[in-house]
T-cell receptor, first 115, second 114 residues
Framework: AQKITQTQPGMFVQEKEAVTLDCTYDTSDPSYGLFWYKQPSSGEMIFLIYQGSYDQQNATEGRYSLNFQKARKSANLVISASQLGDSAMYFCAMRESTSYDKVIFGPGTSLSVIP | GAGVSQSPSNKVTEKGKDVELRCDPISGHTALYWYRQSLGQGLEFLIYFQGNSAPDKSGLPSDRFSAERTGGSVSTLTIQRTQQEDSAVYLC????????????FGPGTRLTVL
């Protein structure tokens, strides 16, 4: 079974608008961490934001925020005020406490920001 | 402050040849990870090192793949008798330690097997 699901293979957003990238996950581990990474066309993976399963507040980092709904097992990434430079692949990932050595990545969502 | 570096950036080889990919993690990072990303795909976990030891090698696709890390720093991923399906970008990442939240990725090595 897929541990990480990203149902949107491709997304478009108008510049300066907000966009939500979906991520759902599957785990029976009570302790886990969720990550979002950005991969521009240059290929390098860039860490964006992290949410721990016991964190009380939703994580925020600048224009990035994570809409964490634990009961639904979803961890959507919200990008506010989209910029042309936000065009990239976005990967949701999870690390379970029972296997700290592995970070499992979703298939990714391609985001295109339209001027 | 140097980030994670990988070499070579590109490698073209003939089917059946052996290749060695190198990863130099961020200084002081004890954890090191190798991933493979095939064209248009997500990341596939290969192997993880904590210090010089790799507690879980089950992610390696076949026994043609091996990895080592010496001195708790540089790691090499070796692919023997390369096959065309080995063509991919091989990404290395490092983090401060076992339960660190953030992995920092290198630029990757693009391997093409002809």
């Amino acid at each position: 079974a897929q541990k990480i699901t990203q149902t949107q293979p491709g997304m478009f957003v108008q510049e300066k608008e907000a966009v939500t990238l979906d991520c759902t996950y599957d785990t029976s581990d009570p302790s886990y961490g969720l990550f979002w990474y950005k991969q521009p066309s240059s290929g390098e993976m860039i860490f964006l934001i992290y949410q721990g399963s016991y964190d009380q507040q939703n994580a925020t980092e600048g224009r990035y925020s994570l809409n964490f709904q634990k009961a639904r097992k979803s961890a959507n990434l919200v990008i506010s005020a989209s910029q042309l430079g936000d065009s990239a692949m976005y990967f949701c990932a999870m690390r379970e406490s029972t296997s700290y050595d592995k970070v499992i990545f979703g298939p990714g969502t391609s985001l295109s920001v339209i001027p | 402050g140097a980030g994670v570096s990988q070499s070579p950036s590109n490698k073209v080889t003939e089917k059946g040849k052996d290749v060695e990919l190198r990863c130099d993690p961020i200084s002081g990072h004890t954890a090191l990870y190798w991933y493979r990303q095939s064209l248009g795909q997500g990341l596939e976990f290969l192997i993880y090192f904590q210090g010089n030891s790799a507690p879980d090698k089950s992610g390696l696709p076949s026994d043609r793949f091996s990895a080592e890390r010496t001195g708790g720093s540089v790691s090499t991923l070796t692919i023997q008798r390369t096959q065309q399906e080995d063509s991919a970008v091989y990404l290395c990442a490092s983090s401060l330690g076992f339960i660190s939240t953030t992995q920092y990725f290198g630029p990757g090595t693009r391997l093409t097997v002809l």
